[in-house]
């Protein structure tokens, strides 16, 4: 079954402002990841956040987890061109079965 | 050195024909994975698999199985194919608990 959301299934921005992404799951979590897909290639992980764990930061990259509203945030500070991309949340709920991806939301970068 | 590598990267084919789609992945992860993404981009976990273990997404139909000859590869064998199958098929390769996965680049699959 589907557990994560993200919003908004769309979003674009001019290049140099920043982007925000949020998806919401429905279970309990080990961790929770995002990741990015360029146009035609595969799934690149970006970051993964701990349940303990409200804040990350990595690069330009900034992701909050809340565990109370079963939700996170991707910020991409200082857009690129390159980011342009669709932007994955994915959940780990600690069992052997793999991550459960959303439905993901395509970020369009204008130069 | 491609970490996870899939073949063939497209595939067209004619409804009721077998296929199989080949995964391999040299990181010597424990654990891997096919995913099916479909015109929505949503993805589907198909089968998780390590040396112990197949879990297999009740929904997946029994006309998918996967097929590990060792550790470092796991390939989906697809039989009798529908229109419906039409799809990309990422496969994908973790230590299990890590929580990262590594995908391949994707094999598009059409079925006419």
């Known amino acids: 079954s589907q557990q994560g959301e993200e919003d908004p299934q769309a979003l674009s921005i001019q290049e140099g402002e920043n982007a925000t992404m949020n998806c919401s799951y429905k279970?309990?979590?080990?961790?929770l990841q995002w990741y990015r897909q360029n146009s035609g290639r595969g799934l690149v992980h970006l970051i993964l956040?701990?349940?303990?764990?409200r804040e990350k930061h990595s690069g330009r990259l900034r992701v909050t987890l809340d565990t109370s509203k079963k939700s996170s945030s991707l910020l991409i500070t200082a857009s690129r061109a390159a980011d342009t991309a669709s932007y994955f949340c994915?959940?780990?709920?600690?069992?052997?079965?793999?991550?459960?991806f959303g439905k993901g939301t395509h970020l369009i970068i204008q130069p | 050195d491609t970490a996870v590598s899939q073949t063939p990267k497209y595939l067209v084919t004619q409804m009721g024909n077998d296929k199989s789609i080949k995964c391999e992945q040299n990181l010597g992860h424990d654990t891997m994975y096919w995913y099916k993404q479909d015109s929505k981009k949503f993805l589907k976990i198909m089968f998780s698999y390590n040396n112990k273990e197949l879990i297999i997404n009740e929904t997946v139909p029994n006309r998918f199985s996967p097929k590990s000859p060792d550790k470092a590869h796991l390939n989906l064998h697809i039989n009798s194919l529908e229109l419906g199958d039409s799809a990309v098929y990422f496969c994908?390769?973790?230590?299990?608990?890590?929580?990262?996965?590594?995908f391949g680049e994707g094999s598009r699959l059409t079925v006419l």
């Open positions: 994915a959940t780990d709920a600690g069992r052997a079965d793999g991550l459960t």
């Open positions: 994908a390769s973790s230590h299990l608990g890590t929580g990262e996965l590594f």
């Open positions: 279970t309990s979590i080990n961790n």
């Open positions: 956040i701990r349940s303990n764990e």
